[in-house]
């Protein structure tokens, strides 16, 4: 979408390895939630939460986003083997 706001697709990964457990969803929450300026809550673990593109307009914020999608994949590979 080019609304302004990243989307976590939580809904998705609830029907793939790893990230069909709860525990790992929520700690993928966690590791975003460590970024200023995002605050999702826990009970949006299941669903769609958004935050707006701007935050990520902070170096620090954005190179904090990419290290926490460079786990989400490196635990994605480590069960599935997909790259």
Do not use: C
Not at 32 to 38: F, K, M, R, V, W
Not at 51 to 68: G, P, R
């Amino acid at each position: 979408w080019v609304d302004g706001f990243v989307e976590i697709y939580f809904q998705h990964m609830k029907g793939r390895p790893v990230f069909d457990k709860e525990e790992k969803r929520l700690e993928l929450l966690h590791k975003l939630n460590t970024i200023p300026g995002i605050a999702i809550p826990p009970e949006k673990v299941s669903s769609r939460p958004n935050f707006t593109l701007s935050i990520l307009n902070d170096d620090a914020a954005l190179q904090k986003f990419m290290e926490v999608f460079d786990w989400y994949w490196a635990e994605q590979k480590s069960i599935t083997g997909i790259e």
